[in-house]
């Protein structure tokens, strides 16, 4: 039919009738107009009527013939939508696997690392007065550093001025660290670390006590409270109140009280509670903690404010005691004192000397942001597969929307099938946990921080709060485009089979969604290789002095001589030497030098060993100048050193064999001379820069001893050396390790082994989630394109030409995704390696690694599919069934 | 009386746009034919072929000299087929129409019935009426 366009009806009016008249009665309405115009054409205000007859149309038919349409979120729209999702599901089972496989993989570890700093939040949430109790920490430059530092302790006299001068705080507690060594009852000795604490421990914080009165546990010298898991070792059976222990080198003590749980969730390590009046009762002691120089390390200060006080105002009274009580003294100089609610201890700024098991805030954030990545990459996959196959359901929603539906009820109906998808995917996922928790409570971040994730969910009501939201923003992040999408499709065209074929906005967005996936997924293997490699540099790393068939002994009380001359009696035993601290294991005892004369700002701070003149022999290390220490040592001797190759570098002291002989300051005034030059070794884990080392020839401070054996006979020589041991009649057990085992499980070596672990795992999941994503789609286009293929092939195509046919489009998209995130993950690499002093450089080689990784699995996805439709019988296309 | 009025008004627009089942509406009375309904229906039969819009409102307008809008006309169309008094289709163009197609009205043998019993009464109550006085005058 044609429409001349002479119409001389006024448009405004027609344009009012085709908005606001239903589309049904439209035509009818507007022949009616021009045809009762043309009739009045020559009669006085034909002009004004039709407007009067326009107008009376839309007064009366204003949307007056709409079917009413169900409510989108109806009952029974719901049960629809349930009963066509379930519908779509098992007919494109494939489709919805591959979707679920990746989702609930990517939920678990998402909600594992969200369930980890969920856990961390919550820290101590459950005392009484949780909002009321603070810590004080400190800002504070020691002269052992450059710089001011935070410091999660405070002056240890700083708890009596807050309860003397500042007005608002109702209780205060003072928690000492450092309460440690072997703890000894009957033929039970075990190592020990813990705390001593005020009786008003158990008054200010809610742990309770299942022995024991919690009023008077900690009241007098000598009393200790002790953790269930800790009563059970010492005791068994037995009921601990009121038994005496003795502490080597200490005091005895008392047990007054056992602890009711062994998984208070704090940022207290509740092993061993002594009181802190037993601290007090030894007089040297009681004048250390009366120094706040020397108390600030391992003193913390708790307060319990009056309900009501503002944090703010005992911050500002805080604040005023540091001019008049802490006063520098010589390089110590306090900053500040910061007032801090107790919860926001865990997730808080870190700082040293930090009570124990935390996660600093910037950690949580990082892993966060890995959970963000993770997920986002396999609602990309949901996008990019629903949209991908949208021609399948295109006719779908032509014949939804020729029934009636509206945009809202399609849209709904396929957020409702994403929803369906993340319950079904986050319900698979609640079920990985179980096997995933206790991988992930084995790394050592985790174990050895004591934050093991609880799966204990019981009576945690908050926590299905955390898993429904979840669920909820999975699925409106995967559904919202698809569903976006999928509901703009014309009747017409959607069941003409035309939407969705061309190469709209679909297509962009679902080659983008290809190649950001593909970016993130190559840049957590690039960083994962990279981190392997630096791992591995870490572990087989050359130390520069020998390790191998080096066992180590720790010496405890035992003098050292003693030991050396029993273990040199056994035939596997080539050689003996003793240090003070075992090198490149993390501990370190500092010491500043300088040369005579210098200012302050010159110091250089500098790592001391006490050693025995057997050490440069049994360690293979290299004498460059000088000569070794001596046993025969004279009172002259005991002030010379062993140095390295660095210290002479950075004091200035000229070549090794110029240095031998001149004199240097160590420490506040010792003088000290040179005796002998080392060649430089790596006396400290690799992540840190080479440091001046100073050797002091010092036998009766030596804590541990090496023992060198025979190539080959580790077996025999360590049961050697615990026989050794056991004939000296040490109540401790042997404490030894191979030299190669201690560097391989060095905390450093272990952090970043795990870091690699995780990223590396998780590189893989998004990996394999991606090449999910591409199988899926490449099946959907070789599925689509099986004519076409097997036309050409009728024609005289070959199996490769088809293949790289079908291949081009996602080869191009990699190649994008390639160039994109090679530069970013360089820089990433790049930006962690900075952490290690000594690391590998990442050359072409680890990128070309990464891309052949994926490239390989990237390969056998595409050609999996394209290979079965190019070798496919084209005759079995070509028919017509 | 009138707050019930205003209630009920207020479901039907509800109910119009889908929220409550049809099944919780007030009952309709039994369906009787107003005065428009009536001279309406009465044009569609007279009308035979061709009862549209424009043609139903030219005709009343012609018969009765009333002036109907012509969105009255088509209201009350569209209600008479509701009340199954009348059927409809998309009948022929033409070029005065600038080519759009009519839909063509055609009385339904209830509607017929209606317009008989519609006209019984008043022929009851006519019988009823005193005879005019004949008008003798021949001119």
């Not at chain 1, 996922?429 to 174990?447: D, G, H, I, Q, T």
Request: net charge neutral; proline share 4%.
């Amino acid at each position: 039919m044609t429409h001349p366009e002479h119409s001389s009806l006024p448009r405004l009016l027609v344009w009012l009738v085709a908005r606001f008249c239903h589309e049904a009665v439209v035509e009818e309405f507007r022949g009616d107009l021009e045809e009762l115009h043309v009739i009045r054409a020559d009669q006085p205000m034909a002009r004004l009527r039709i407007w009067f007859d326009g107008l009376s149309l839309l007064r009366f038919h204003f949307r007056r013939h709409r079917r009413p349409s169900s409510f989108f979120l109806s009952p029974a729209m719901l049960r629809n939508y349930f009963f066509v999702a379930i519908r779509s599901l098992k007919r494109h089972a494939a489709f919805a696997s591959i979707n679920i496989v990746g989702l609930s993989l990517s939920m678990a570890v998402a909600l594992i690392l969200i369930l980890f700093i969920r856990q961390a939040d919550q820290k101590d949430e459950f005392h009484a007065n949780a909002d009321r109790i603070v810590r004080v920490y400190s800002d504070f430059k020691s002269s052992f550093n450059r710089n001011n530092a935070l410091y999660g302790t405070s002056p240890a006299s700083l708890a009596d001025l807050m309860a003397s001068d500042v007005p608002g705080v109702e209780e205060v507690v003072h928690v000492r660290s450092g309460f440690q060594g072997t703890l000894q009852y009957g033929d039970t000795g075990l190592p020990l670390r813990g705390l001593w604490a005020d009786p008003a421990f158990f008054e200010v914080f809610s742990f309770d006590l299942k022995a024991g009165d919690p009023a008077t546990a900690l009241s007098e010298p000598g009393s200790i409270v002790l953790s269930p898991a800790e009563a059970e070792k010492f005791f068994g059976d037995e009921d601990p109140i009121g038994q005496t222990m003795s502490v080597v080198g200490d005091r005895e003590y008392t047990v007054t009280g056992v602890l009711a749980r062994d998984d208070y969730p704090t940022v207290f390590p509740l092993t061993a509670i002594a009181s802190y009046a037993s601290l007090l009762s030894d007089a040297s002691q009681q004048e250390m903690l009366g120094l706040w120089y020397a108390s600030i390390y391992r003193s913390y200060t708790f307060a319990l404010l009056e309900p009501g006080t503002r944090v703010d105002d005992v911050q500002a009274r805080v604040r005023g005691l540091i001019p008049t009580h802490f006063s520098s003294f010589e390089n110590n100089r306090l900053h500040d004192l910061v007032v801090q609610p107790l919860g926001d201890i865990s997730l808080g700024v870190e700082m040293g000397n930090e009570l124990g098991s935390n996660l600093p805030g910037s950690a949580a954030w990082f892993l966060l942001t890995l959970a963000a990545i993770i997920l986002l990459t396999a609602c990309f996959n949901y996008v990019g597969l629903t949209v991908s196959r949208s021609l399948g359901r295109s006719r779908e929603v032509g014949v939804r929307k020729v029934f009636g539906a509206e945009r809202t009820h399609i849209s709904s109906q396929f957020l409702f099938e994403t929803v369906l998808v993340a319950v079904l995917s986050v319900s698979i996922a609640v079920l990985l946990l179980k096997w995933l928790v206790p991988a992930f409570n084995a790394f050592s971040f985790v174990s050895q921080t004591g934050m093991l994730l609880n799966l204990d969910w019981s009576g945690d009501m908050g926590l299905y709060g955390v898993f429904i939201g979840f669920t909820l923003v999975v699925a409106l992040t995967a559904g919202f485009y698809p569903a976006l999408f999928l509901s703009r499709f014309r009747p017409a065209d959607a069941v003409k089979g035309m939407a969705g074929i061309s190469g709209g906005s679909g297509s962009r967005m679902r080659k983008g969604l290809v190649v950001v996936q593909f970016a993130i997924s190559l840049i957590f293997l690039i960083t994962a290789v990279v981190m392997v490699r630096q791992a591995r540099f870490m572990q087989q790393g050359d130390y520069g002095f020998r390790t191998e068939g080096i066992v180590n002994v720790r010496l405890f009380d035992v003098p050292y001589e003693r030991f050396r001359d029993r273990v040199s009696q056994s035939a596997h035993v080539e050689g003996v030497s003793g240090m003070s601290i075992i090198p490149a294991l993390g501990s370190r005892s500092d010491i500043w030098v300088s040369v005579p004369g210098a200012s302050d700002d010159d110091n250089v701070k500098g790592y001391r060993f006490a050693i025995d003149g057997q050490l440069i022999d049994n360690l293979g290390l290299t004498l460059l100048a000088g000569s070794n220490l001596t046993e025969a040592a004279t009172f002259e001797e005991t002030q010379r050193v062993i140095v390295n190759e660095t210290l002479l570098e950075r004091l200035g002291l000229g070549s090794p064999v110029e240095a031998v002989g001149e004199v240097f300051i160590a420490g506040d005034t010792t003088r000290v001379t040179i005796a002998g030059v080392l060649q430089d070794f790596h006396a400290d884990d690799l992540s840190n820069e080479m440091s001046p080392y100073l050797f002091f020839y010092q036998p009766d401070m030596l804590g541990w001893a090496n023992v060198r054996l025979a190539p080959g006979q580790m077996e025999a020589g360590m049961a050697d050396i615990r026989d050794a041991w056991m004939a000296m009649g040490h109540p401790r057990s042997v404490d030894m390790e191979a030299f190669d085992t201690q560097l391989e499980q060095n905390f450093v070596n272990l952090m970043t082994r795990d870091m690699y672990r995780l990223i590396g795992f998780i590189a893989f999941l998004a990996v394999t989630i991606a090449c999910l994503g591409l199988l899926g789609i490449a099946s959907f286009n070789v599925e689509n394109r099986t004519r076409e293929i097997s036309i050409r092939k009728v024609l005289g195509a070959d199996v490769r030409t088809l293949v790289l046919l079908l291949s081009r489009e996602f080869m191009i998209l990699i190649g994008i995704a390639t160039v994109v995130s090679m530069p970013m993950a360089w820089i990433l690499a790049n930006t962690w390696l900075q952490g290690f002093a000594y690391r590998i450089s990442p050359g072409p080689g680890t990128l070309g690694l990464a891309l052949f990784i994926l490239l390989t699995i990237a390969a056998t996805a595409i050609g999996s599919q394209t290979m079965k439709a190019a070798l496919a019988n084209p005759i079995d296309n070509l028919h017509e069934n | 009386m009138a707050r019930t009025l205003i209630c009920c008004n207020f479901v039907k627009v509800i109910a119009v746009r889908g929220h409550i089942p049809s099944r919780f509406l007030p009952m309709s009375a039994p369906e009787q034919l107003g005065n428009l309904e009536e001279l309406v229906l009465l044009t569609v039969c007279a009308l035979g072929t061709d009862a549209y819009g424009v043609s139903v409102h030219q005709h009343l307008a012609e018969v009765s000299g009333r002036a109907v809008s012509l969105g009255a006309i088509h209201t009350t169309l569209y209600r008479l087929q509701d009340k199954g008094f009348l059927e409809s289709e998309m009948g022929g163009s033409s070029p005065t129409r600038g080519g759009r197609r009519k839909r063509l009205f055609r009385a339904t043998g209830a509607g017929l019935d209606a317009v008989r019993a519609a006209r019984a009464v008043r022929d009851r109550l006519w019988e009823g009426m005193p005879s005019p006085q004949p008008n003798l005058r021949f001119s």
